[in-house]
């Protein structure tokens, strides 16, 4: 999928009105099949930029493209049939807990199935074998019928990258996918996704923390610096100067963000007996 | 893909299989016991005077007689719940201090003395006797002896209630730091000093808050009463709906509903004040 | 160290006065008092009849006609057949309930921040009005329609905890994480496939627990609706009261007693091995 930006202002719904943007854009293109890693110091705009592309975000001026429609301008099931096109992987993973492994990676396949098809699935696994190749390709084929809560932070985030391996999207939007996972897994995580995104001539967008990696596994990097654009450039031209600057006087660039809380339950309402 | 990965079966489908079989198994009897024909609901037989209690409701009964008579019993409602709180009151207040092992000056050098251990044990055991038995029953059961009319409303709500009441203040009071309570004691305190300098200063909004809530539900179950003959709201939505007039019902239910909405309201906005 | 001046009269260290017009404690058990002496006024509760030698008298006949229970085989197996009919009463009236409940707790919520959720209200004007009138009314009301037996019991159990279940069911869903449901809706899907794959699995412990909580109250409330004509221990009950059986009225009521305790007890020990 082709994404094309243009000219985009984007608060965030909470801001107030005197705010500046969370992200400010001129001009991005990103032509199908690429892979691009994005840069920048934590408070960017890497997720919002992401969420944006998603059409999760709507900006308050510009234009985005996804294979040359605006997905706000688009309506009901148009709408919907372009966001079938995309994947979205948030950097917690989006798994409900108690929910079996085999079920939440079936769930990404789930825009191109019907009702009825949805429904049975959750009586008795649709595709099996294909929820144990994308989880193999983590290493997490003997996880199948584990319940998620059982796994541990790495392997959740595992588990949510391999729902993309079954989405019917050309497009792979993916936030911090290495953010709970040793070096040895990060770097066979990166290269798994590369590698299946090439395979289908897959558009794959990933912001990372972790620059080596970034620099080792893609050709064009991002930098995002205070909700704008530092750099756009071939990964050769990508210096320590430049670097540097991204990330200066920000010293927590390499700590990773803890996951939010889970809300608390509400009490019980007590009732008359 | 080897071929071996395609083998894969859901090692939990033999599980659900017999879940989803056991639960058609048992529903079976449960629709053949409560005699569950929902088609009958459609007979032309049943269909005709539902629909003509129905037609009936509409417009609710407004006329100026009917509506002080409904305010009245409204009232009543209200005055058995607040009259059945306050005797149960009587009844829980002092089975609480008995019975409260926080307060047993015996207990204080170890074990608690036989005696007071028996009479704790038999103050218990009426209290889960008293709330076990259903309000509805206990109002039958003194309509019986007092007659129809609102003296069996209060006594049944007073005698659940009282119940209620007894054995939540003692879990609460129970729940509660015991050290200070204690100390007094030790100290030579008598145990209606010790109950309200130590217990009461701890827990006292929870108990009110808790007394606030519960005379709450005695509003609503006081109508349900009234189907008994115990007086009230509810008598009169019985006698009503005997008459098959569909407009006083709707009034009574509006009625009702306002109250318990009422009720509701003040009851959450004084344990708010509580805090 | 200096010492503090102190004043000439020393206000402070007055306790503040009884009653001032301030006081809302004062206000609050002023009116608390009055409610409660107004309520014994107007009722015109015949204390006296009460404690008169005759009522006394009358209560003693009356307590003693419930002796002896009838305990004969055949009257035993009729009260555990209606027993059988309260358990299955509260049981499919719970099952319904919580059928209803899920279907008008979903547009009863709202599912993510852009949601208008326009059904919202409205849906929680019913559920409230479900839930505010008592199963025995709803039984009464219903007994027009489905006539007497257990069938208008099951449904009104089922209307008033429909009420009930489905206001605790969309405060359940309103409160799960949205993260799940979020990354599907990105993805284009929407509706009931977003529920069953995202929302559902977060809520269904509490949606279970609610249930079988609310069945325990069903069960107690089962044992009573009979009192209207709407089957199980209940309608055994009147039936024999209005004859004048009063050794079977003993065996029933000591029958509900004993359904109520044990299901106090059974939810009591079973609270305390989930909880350990």
């Known amino acids: 999928m082709r994404v094309e930006l243009e000219q985009i202002d984007v608060r965030h719904l909470a801001a107030r009105p005197g705010a500046s943007a969370a992200l400010k854009l001129d001009h991005l293109s990103v032509a199908a099949g690429e892979q691009v890693a994005i840069i920048g110091p934590s408070g960017a705009g890497k997720t919002t930029l992401l969420e944006l592309i998603a059409a999760a975000l709507k900006p308050r001026f510009g234009e985005v493209q996804l294979d040359g429609q605006n997905p706000w301008r688009l309506h009901g099931a148009a709408q919907q049939r372009l966001r079938g096109h995309l994947f979205l992987a948030p950097q917690t993973p989006p798994l409900p807990p108690r929910q079996r492994v085999v079920t939440a990676v079936l769930a990404g396949a789930l825009p191109g199935m019907g009702l009825l098809a949805s429904l049975r699935s959750l009586f008795y696994p649709r595709d099996i074998p294909g929820a144990y190749t994308a989880l193999e390709a983590f290493d997490l084929g003997e996880k199948l019928f584990e319940r998620v809560d059982r796994l541990s932070g790495g392997e959740r985030q595992r588990v949510g990258l391999a729902r993309a391996l079954l989405t019917p999207a050309s497009l792979w939007l993916i936030d911090e996918p290495l953010s709970s996972l040793d070096p040895h897994r990060a770097q066979q995580a990166l290269s798994t996704l590369t590698a299946a995104a090439r395979q289908s001539n897959i558009t794959l967008i990933v912001t990372l923390h972790q620059v080596d990696a970034a620099l080792a596994n893609f050709s064009r990097i991002i930098g995002l610096r205070d909700g704008e654009m530092a750099f756009d450039l071939p990964v050769a031209e990508v210096t320590t100067e430049r670097l540097a600057w991204l990330y200066a006087q920000r010293e927590e660039a390499l700590t990773v963000d803890s996951e939010p809380d889970a809300p608390p339950l509400p009490a019980v309402a007590v009732q008359c007996r | 893909m080897t ?39 459609f007979e032309a037989q049943s269909r005709e005077p539902t629909w003509r209690f129905l037609a009936a409701m509409l417009p609710p009964t407004t006329n100026a007689d009917f509506l002080w008579l409904v305010l009245r019993e409204a009232w009543r409602t209200v005055a058995i719940a607040t009259a059945g709180i306050a005797l149960a009151l009587l009844l829980a207040v002092p089975a609480t201090l008995v019975s409260v092992r926080v307060l047993s000056i015996s207990a204080l050098s170890g074990r608690m003395a036989p005696v007071s251990f028996a009479l704790r044990q038999l103050v218990r055991w009426t209290l889960i006797l008293l709330r076990s038995v259903p309000e509805l029953i206990w109002a039958l059961v003194f309509v019986r002896v007092v007659g129809l009319g609102p003296t069996a409303g209060v006594l049944a709500i007073a005698l659940t209630y009282g119940g209620m009441l007894g054995k939540v203040y003692g879990e609460i009071l129970e729940s509660g730091d015991a050290a200070v309570t204690q100390s007094l004691l030790r100290n030579g305190c008598s145990r209606l000093q010790a109950f309200s300098y130590g217990l009461l200063p701890q827990n006292a909004a929870e108990l009110i808050s808790y007394t606030v809530y519960r005379w709450e539900c005695a509003i609503r179950s006081s109508v349900v009463l009234g189907f008994v003959g115990a007086g009230g709201l509810g008598q009169q939505l019985d006698g009503s709906m005997k008459m098959f007039a569909g407009g006083e019902v709707s009034t009574i239910l509006l009625v009702f509903v306002a109250l318990v909405g009422i009720a509701d309201f003040v009851s959450s906005w004084l344990r708010r004040q509580l805090g | 160290m200096t010492t503090k001046p102190i004043a000439a009269n020393q206000p402070y260290r007055m306790p503040p006065p009884l009653f001032d017009a301030r006081c809302r404690m004062c206000w609050f058990v002023l009116a608390l008092l009055s409610l409660v002496v107004a309520s014994f006024v107007t009722l015109e509760l015949q204390w006296a009849a009460f404690f008169s030698l005759e009522a006394i008298n009358n209560m003693g006949r009356f307590l003693g006609e419930f002796f002896p229970p009838d305990l004969s085989t055949n009257f035993l197996i009729k009260l555990l057949y209606a027993s059988g009919e309260t358990l299955a009463m509260s049981a499919l009236g719970t099952l319904l309930a919580a059928i209803a409940g899920l279907a008008l707790a979903l547009p009863a919520s709202r599912l993510h921040a852009a ?43 089922a209307c008033h905890t429909s009420g009930v279940l489905g206001r605790l069911y969309a405060e359940a869903i309103e409160n799960a994480a949205p993260g799940p449901a979020f990354a599907l809706r990105t993805q284009g899907v929407v509706g009931a496939r977003v529920f069953l794959y995202a929302t559902l699995p977060q809520v269904l412990p509490q949606i279970v627990s609610y249930t079988l909580y609310r ?9 009573v609706l009979g009192v209207v004509g709407a089957g199980g221990l209940g309608q055994l009950l009147m039936y024999h009261m209005s004859l004048f059986h009063m050794g079977k009225t003993a065996s029933v009521l000591g029958a509900m007693v004993l359904l109520v305790v044990l299901v106090d007890a059974l939810s009591y020990g079973l609270r305390r091995i989930m909880t350990r």
Request: aromatic share 10%.
């Open chain 3, 215 to 223: 069945w325990e109250n069903n069960i107690r409330a089962a044992a």
């Open chain 3, 115 to 157: 949601d208008a959720a326009r059904l919202r209200s409205p849906t929680r004007l019913l559920l409230n009005a479900l839930r505010s009138i008592p199963e025995l009314v709803w039984a009464a009301l219903l007994l027009i329609s489905a006539g007497l037996g257990p069938f208008a019991g099951t449904l009104a159990l």
């Open chain 2, 3 to 41: 071929t071996a990965t395609l083998q894969i079966r859901d090692p939990a489908w033999p599980w659900r299989l017999t879940w989803i079989g056991a639960s058609l198994f048992l529903l079976w009897p449960l629709l053949v016991t409560t005699e569950f024909r929902p088609w009958l609901l």
